[in-house]
């Protein structure tokens, strides 16, 4: 190994003393370097050489040279005794996992970063990865790159490729209180700066639109609309709440019974208790008064006419009068009418072909999980449904597909348990990846309610502190050195750190997110003229057809 080699800004740690390509390396810190200062989660770089290894502290650990000194240890109280031990016969040392490789511009290569396929030899220095190393693996800001944090202890932006990113189902996770929804709302504004897809948001609490909530001292940060008016369409289930809050909308969403199918009632099985033939009840139902006319017709029966319509039908009459009285709670919901007067779907579809991204506030009904169930499940089904076909005519006809659409849904585990996830419409999405230009940002704080297939299918998992084990292991599966990667998310605070892994990111990374709440950092998250917004934007009714087909 040349000097040369070792010619990096970072301050100078130790050297290689064993290890393998599984486990990672071992370190022997120098004597002057204190093993307090060192912590998991740092980067390394590991001088070989020919090449740079890029890699991440996982364990710190005291070694001796001689198992005795443990047994009877010296007087550690005389200051040179413990000076002479200090760095000889007892050392600090580290486990550092190789991530990348990056080619050493000294002997010629210059491919940048590259998967790691062997180890660096004995004696091989080791020292702490500097600005210049970060920028080199993480990327710098650009038109597809958005800087999402900084490494802990430093000041390098961390870059998340965008245009990889919407490529692929991807999630937020954590427990509860950790910063998902802060962190949700810095990706879903990288997206929109970037326009590298268009958004459609569940927005189940009311924190995406206009205003929502700051992770400090609980007070008010803005919202997708403030900040992109001209590219944001807020719309409502509840007009009323959002007057209230002062939040212009553009559209209130009303669903007619007619629209509402036995699928859309098996995924509230849980949450309306219904048995097993209940839910089957339904799809009787279907076939007695037909696809638009079966809830309407069932729910205005009389309780006592459901014993006399279960014996016509040949199921089981508990079950069908259950399944009556629980869903009486359709009737609570104002946003559910027995026929609406426009096609909500075909509206919020006109807004997402021309690029405006749709929020859709909940208003009141936030803490109503069957009405937020029902609503995402029923309009992503239709909105999946018609790209699934335009993009099936692209195909066919070699026309341009559809504009990349990411659907953000919370509380994901309802939707994608692994009973539920191989038959609804967010299932098949997350299978289907970018066949047809939709893709999913699942929030969630159990991940391990996630169908395990699912799980595997994302692309990228941005995870804050979680400690439950089993949620641990959800969203670790199929993680390469995901062993070393759970003492590092162990290790991280409970707000505005998180481990990032994936597609969009070259290595897995522990980030400390970026400040958002400040006049500084809202210009920074703007791009030029994304605030200006045109009054009385009209629906665009003509060439919709054309573009998704009859309903």
């Given amino acids: 190994m040349t000097e040369a080699l070792f010619s990096g800004p970072g301050r100078s740690l130790g050297t290689v003393v064993g290890g393998s390509l599984n486990d990672g390396v071992d370190v022997k810190l120098d004597s002057d370097i204190s093993i307090e200062e060192m912590a998991v989660g740092r980067y390394t770089v590991v001088e070989g050489g020919q090449k740079r290894f890029f890699g991440m502290i996982t364990d710190v650990k005291l070694e001796s040279i001689d198992p005795r000194l443990a047994i009877n240890p010296p007087d550690a109280s005389d200051p040179f005794i413990a000076e002479v031990l200090s760095g000889t016969a007892l050392y600090g040392g580290l486990k550092v996992i190789p991530m990348l490789t990056i080619a050493s511009a000294d002997v010629g290569l210059v491919d940048g970063p590259q998967p790691v396929r062997t180890i660096p030899s004995h004696f091989s220095r080791v020292r702490e990865a500097s600005d210049e190393d970060m920028a080199l693996v993480f990327g710098s800001e650009d038109e597809r790159h958005f800087y999402i944090g900084n490494p802990l202890d430093m000041e390098t932006k961390v870059c998340l490729n965008l245009e990889e990113y919407v490529k692929r189902s991807n999630g937020v996770f954590g427990k509860s209180g950790t910063g998902k929804t802060f962190l949700t709302r810095l990706l879903l504004i990288g997206i929109i700066q970037k326009n590298v897809a268009v958004n459609l948001i569940f927005d189940m609490h009311n924190e995406y639109g206009w205003e929502g909530s700051s992770e400090g001292a609980g007070g008010k940060v803005k919202g997708l609309r403030q900040l992109f008016a001209s590219k944001v369409a807020v719309f409502t289930l509840d007009p009323e709440s959002s007057r209230r809050r002062g939040v212009s909308t553009d559209a209130e969403v009303l669903i007619g019974f007619d629209e509402i199918d036995p699928g859309d009632i098996a995924l509230l099985q849980d949450t309306l208790y219904l048995s097993n033939a209940a839910v089957e009840a339904s799809y009787s139902l279907v076939r007695k008064f037909g ?45 559910l009418v027995p026929k609406a007067e426009h096609d909500s779907v075909k509206r919020i579809l006109e807004y997402l072909d021309r690029g405006m991204n749709v929020v859709l506030e909940f208003g009141r009904h936030e803490n109503n999980t069957a009405a937020y169930i029902l609503v995402a499940n029923l309009l992503t089904r239709r909105i ?133 709440g400040s006049a500084e950092s809202y210009q920074s998250l703007m791009a030029p003229g994304a605030g200006d917004r045109e009054e009385g934007l009209a629906p665009v009714e003509s060439g919709l057809d054309d573009l998704f087909g009859e309903e």
Avoid at 301 to 319: C, D, F, H, I, K
Avoid at 416 to 431: D, E, K, V, W
Avoid at 474 to 494: F, K, P
């Fill in 291 to 335: 696809s638009k006319k079966w809830l309407s017709s069932f729910l205005e029966m009389e309780g006592s006419e459901t014993g006399e319509l279960a014996l016509e039908m040949n199921v089981n009459e508990a079950a069908l009068s259950a399944l009556h009285r629980r869903l009486q709670i359709l009737h609570r919901m104002p946003f």
């Fill in 384 to 516: 999946h449904d018609r790209y699934v076909r335009r993009a099936e005519k692209a195909m066919g006809e070699g026309g341009a597909k559809p504009r990349p659409l990411v659907i953000t849904i919370e509380e994901a585990h309802k939707f994608l348990s692994p009973g539920l996830a191989g038959q609804t419409t967010f299932g098949a999405i997350a299978r289907e990846m970018r066949k047809y230009n939709v893709t999913l940002l699942v929030i969630d704080q159990r991940p391990s309610g996630i169908d395990d297939e699912v799980m595997s299918q994302m692309g990228t998992k941005i995870t804050c502190l979680l400690d439950n084990e089993r949620d641990i292991d959800s969203v670790l599966t199929g993680v390469s050195g995901s062993r070393h990667l759970r003492t590092v998310l162990a290790g991280l605070d409970s707000r505005q750190q998180a481990l990032i892994f994936g597609h969009a990111v070259p290595m897995p990374i522990v980030v400390k997110t970026r400040e958002y």
